[in-house]
């Protein structure tokens, strides 16, 4: 019961006390000048009659506390006429409300400085930075890749402009890049598409210019208005010493955004380069674990060196002048690339050559030919090229440039049996696919690829690759499918790539289930476009994931870091170009023998490949490599089985 009454007696002390405040300023201020007499004028009486020097009189003892009071108060305390004494209070109360209306000043100017601040809209003062325009979840390894790439500075910074609260922008980068290095990250608050915004970052003394993708069927206009923007607010921006670079989804709009960038401006198409790393993955498993590490900072990456003394040498040559790198091409002088230039062709002055290393600074040359041991190279014939049976599962708008990039790459009486939600696949799919192929037969079914029952029918087992796709249009929105049996949802997703991985992690479930009751590991490659469910996915440990919102936000990093590895990029995801194989070591060195790492790379050299590493089966599910190894030292020696893989730059 006291329990009770006393917290009834603090509700009813709260409500008087909220009842007081919610009259007004004037009745604040005389219940405040009521409370301070109420406390001070007491303990002042209690000071004068306590103090043995007081005045032995009533009357000097009470102007004793008058002038105690009027001191605590500061209003003076004067001792006089009536009239001094009011004069006096009169100009204390004067001096108190001005100096009060003042600190009120001052104390308003500096909130709403403070404020100004936190909405971020003060202009950034940095030169030689990075800006970042645009907010999505690819800005996350964007920011993470480059605090990476500036570890080895003492000075850098990254301005990053987008539509949201300043202050909610730094929590959330706080949260999901852990450790920013010495890298300062500067949040400022605007629209990207406004040049008079736009400039709050200073995109006029920065380095590099990255233009992100938002989510949603509008994203690409807002790349081109942003580039327009930049454009308006620095004119020439991408023809100055800033890199722009920028990534558009749809290949439609991807010619549009390039006119929007300027002739030096770099811009990257998503679908197009899914499609073609899918296409490249499906056939040759393992090789995205391969791109991962070239295009994560924290690996080995792409660096031009002086060619030095390797000026009038051969490219050859320099494949063995180098024992923790290694040379994969040519930079010329004027800004064009060679990938794996022929061995016998000469480095001339000006040529920079590009390699593979842990760092620039790990470039060191050192002539390792003397390590070559010609009875361990092996010459093998070409390898019979068969007819393959494909199998894609789901659809969505870049599924018809994978069945046209498998055209190209595949040999003639392959099949691709493709398996969607209703009617969309029979009707619309097939009118995206219905310019002439030469080798490749594509058959379309209705099927929901999440219906264990649908995958029951296909017999997955049986083909050479499965390519699973996310289906971010579906025939049936009303959640069913033309058989009525509902589509498999984790949770109710606004989101449409968020949906689409969703059932993505749901067909990799049920693929599981088909390749453990086959007893037989599934050669499976899938799209996701959330980096964070590849950890969820049901899947073996290096399996091949190609995580779109990452793999782009490498790519863009990489470019604005080296402009020239945009041409890099290119050739190697273009099926008329050079790109990287893992082929079998066998048919470079004598399986069951312990070779020099060099060996293998003068065997490479004399089919006309660069050899730049190689994976082990046996150590295939292990990670954290999943068995890969890039770049390794020529010098070590290394032993290959008939299982195990080169991986080499070579010839499409």
Not at 454 to 463: F, G, I, N, Q
Not at 524 to 538: F, H, K, V, Y
């Amino acid at each position: 019961m006291a329990q009770q009454h006393t917290t009834s007696l603090r509700h009813r002390l709260r409500y008087r006390f909220d009842h007081l405040v919610s009259g007004g300023t004037t009745a604040l201020i005389g219940w405040l000048a009521l409370a301070c007499l109420a406390v001070v004028v007491p303990a002042s009486m209690v000071l004068v009659w306590s103090d043995r020097a007081a005045p032995a009189t009533l009357s000097g003892r009470l102007t004793a506390v008058w002038v105690s009071v009027g001191q605590t108060l500061k209003i003076g305390g004067a001792v006089g006429s009536p009239l001094y004494v009011l004069a006096s209070v009169s100009l204390a109360l004067v001096a108190l409300l001005f100096v009060s209306t003042l600190v009120s000043l001052i104390t308003t100017g500096i909130n709403r400085r403070i404020m100004s601040l936190r909405l971020g809209h003060s202009t950034v003062l940095e030169t030689r930075h990075t800006v970042v325009l645009g907010w999505s979840d690819q800005i996350f390894p964007v920011l993470g890749e480059l605090v990476a790439a500036n570890a080895n500075q003492r000075r850098s910074a990254v301005a990053v402009l987008a539509p949201q609260d300043k202050v909610w922008m730094e929590d959330e980068i706080s949260t999901r890049v852990s450790d920013s290095g010495r890298t300062r990250i500067i949040c400022r608050n605007g629209s990207t598409t406004d040049p008079t915004e736009l400039c709050r970052v200073s995109p006029r003394t920065a380095k590099a210019v990255l233009v992100l993708p938002p989510t949603g069927d509008t994203g690409d206009a807002h790349v081109v208005k942003t580039l327009l923007a930049l454009d308006a607010a620095v004119p020439g921006s991408g023809q100055g010493e800033a890199v722009v670079v920028a990534a558009v989804r749809d290949s439609h709009n991807h010619m549009t955004a390039r006119l929007a960038a300027g002739p030096t401006g770099h811009v990257l198409c998503v679908d197009d380069i899914v499609a073609r790393l899918l296409v490249q993955t499906a056939r040759q498993p393992g090789l995205s674990l391969v791109y991962s590490e070239l295009l994560d900072f924290g690996g080995d990456e792409f660096y031009p060196v002086a060619a030095g003394g390797l000026v009038g040498r051969t490219f050859g040559e320099a494949l063995l002048s180098f024992a923790t790198s290694s040379a994969v091409g040519l930079l010329h002088t004027d800004g064009n690339v060679t990938l794996n230039p022929d061995p016998g062709v000469a480095i001339v002055p000006g040529d920079r050559i590009i390699v593979i290393s842990q760092d620039d600074d790990t470039v060191v040359r050192a002539d390792v030919a003397s390590h070559v041991e010609e009875d361990a190279i092996v010459t093998a014939g070409p390898r019979t090229v068969q007819a393959e049976r494909l199998l894609l599962l789901g659809w969505n708008r870049r599924a018809p440039l994978v069945i046209e990039q498998f055209d190209q790459y595949v040999s003639p009486g392959t099949t691709l049996d493709v398996v969607a939600l209703g009617e969309y696949a029979a009707t619309r799919g097939a009118r995206a696919v219905t310019a002439e192929r030469s080798h490749l037969e594509v058959s379309f079914h209705d099927g929901d690829i999440t219906d264990p029952r649908t995958l029951a029918k296909l017999d997955v087992p049986s083909y050479d690759s499965v390519i699973v796709i996310g289906e971010t249009e579906l025939a049936a929105p009303a959640c069913g499918s033309a058989s009525g049996t509902p589509v498999a949802s984790l949770a109710p997703v606004t989101d449409p790539e968020a949906r689409a991985d969703d059932r993505t992690l749901v067909t990799l479930l049920h693929l599981r289930a088909v390749g453990d009751a086959a007893q037989r590991e599934l050669a499976l490659t899938t799209e996701l476009s959330d980096d964070g469910n590849r950890l969820l996915a049901p899947a073996r440990d290096g399996a091949d994931f190609i995580v779109s919102g990452r793999l782009i936000s490498l790519l863009m990093t990489q470019i604005s870091q080296s402009p020239y590895l945009a041409a890099v990029f290119e050739e190697l995801f273009t099926a008329e170009g050079h790109e990287f194989h893992l082929k079998p070591a066998a048919d470079y060195v004598r399986a069951g023998h312990e070779v020099f790492f060099a060996t293998a790379v003068e065997s490479a050299r004399r089919r006309r490949e660069c050899a730049v590493g190689y994976r082990l089966r046996a150590r295939s599910a292990t990670g954290p490599d999943y068995g890969v190894r890039i770049n390794p030292d020529k010098r070590q020696r290394v032993r290959f089985l008939e299982e195990d893989w080169l991986i080499v730059l070579a010839e499409s």
